[in-house]
């Protein structure tokens, strides 16, 4: 697993970043990018894509059996949304 900017991707976004993967032989993008899936016509893409809830590490930390299931669960072209919980800034 790396991220996009050790890939050398930290350029590129969303269709870009996905074709650019595809094309280096990544299998799975997971993201925190919850609107990847309405901002881009997925359908042809073989990349299967796990979705996290939250991008922080100190959630996301919580959760990693359930991330790395749902990597391994991942097939091509595949979706799957892994509820991690959100962010929250403390009471005022």
């Known amino acids: 697993m790396v ?19 595809e ?4 299998e799975v993008l997971v993201t925190g990018d919850r609107g990847i899936e309405y901002q881009l016509n997925l359908s ?10 939250a991008q922080e ?3 996301i930390k919580e959760h990693l059996q359930a991330i790395a299931d749902a990597v391994d669960r991942a097939v091509s072209g595949s979706y799957e949304y892994v509820e991690c919980g959100k962010f929250r ?4």
């Open 3 to 21: 991220t996009a900017s050790y890939a050398g991707y930290s350029s590129l976004k969303n269709g870009r970043l996905i074709e650019a993967a």
């Open 23 to 26: 094309r280096d032989g990544f």
């Open 44 to 53: 042809r893409q073989t990349l299967a894509r796990v979705t996290l809830s």
């Open 89 to 92: 800034r403390g009471e005022r």
């Open 57 to 59: 590490w100190p959630i």
